[in-house]
């Protein structure tokens, strides 16, 4: 069955450069979630789109942004990169808004900001 | 959402079944309890997800307390690609407003042992 495909997978950036994830949801799936995981830390809640609109947001910082396409991937645009910013970086989808919808988690982006 | 409370870490022999117990105590009526895990630095895998009654699917079965005040999910013949990290999450069911993204706990590790 088709995954949540993210890339890049890996990615390395310089402090103050800017980064860009993409994330290609389950075919049908009209819901994207952003998650950031630190070293150590579980999984956060950044924001969420559903039908190309931002629909919930969670500890997203404000040097971030993201939106979702009429195809329905989504990017999430990372400036000002900090050293605090090197996390591995999750997208789900899923069909709907909420329970009892099932998000499914692509395999990350690994940031590492030096 | 309710709160839930996990163990921080279990173990469990090889080929025995695993029993992964919940407390969330303040959990209301419309609110579902969905189990994911996470094996080492990968995305978040579903495994489950009931509102009252037990449920059961290829990878586990979740048994509800009749108060739903906790659960537990079982894994009934434990192998060594099972040790992950195992969330226990509380959601409401979708009733308007925003997607909102999973709150993750701490959950617990569960090690199978050879």
């Known amino acids: 069955a088709a995954g949540v495909i993210q890339s890049p997978r890996h990615l390395i950036k310089e402090k103050r450069e800017t980064a860009t994830l993409k994330c290609y949801p389950i075919?049908?799936?009209?819901?994207v979630y952003w998650y950031q995981q630190g070293p150590g830390q579980d999984p956060q809640f950044l924001i969420s789109?559903?039908?190309?609109?931002?629909?919930d947001k969670g500890s997203i910082p404000d040097r971030f942004s993201a939106q979702q396409f009429s195809d329905y991937h989504s990017e999430l645009n990372m400036s000002s990169l900090e050293l605090g910013d090197s996390a591995l970086y999750f997208c789900a989808s899923s069909i709907g808004q909420g329970p009892p919808d099932t998000q499914y988690f692509g395999p990350g982006t690994r940031l590492t900001v030096l | 959402d309710a709160k839930t409370t996990q163990p921080p870490s279990m173990d469990c022999a090889e080929g025995r079944a695993a029993n992964l117990p919940c407390n969330h105590s303040t959990i209301s009526g419309n609110e579902y309890v969905y189990w994911y895990r996470q094996i080492h630095s990968q995305g978040p895998q579903y495994i489950i997800h009931g509102l009252k009654n037990n449920e059961t699917n290829e990878m586990a079965s979740l048994i509800i307390t009749e108060d739903r005040k906790s659960s537990t999910l079982i894994l009934p013949h434990a192998t060594l690609r099972d040790t992950a990290v195992y969330y226990c999450i509380v959601r409401a069911k979708y009733s308007g407003g925003g997607a909102d993204g999973l709150t993750f706990g701490k959950g617990t590790h569960l090690i199978i042992q050879p």
């Open positions: 075919p049908r799936h009209d819901t």
């Open positions: 789109f559903y039908e190309k609109m931002q629909s």
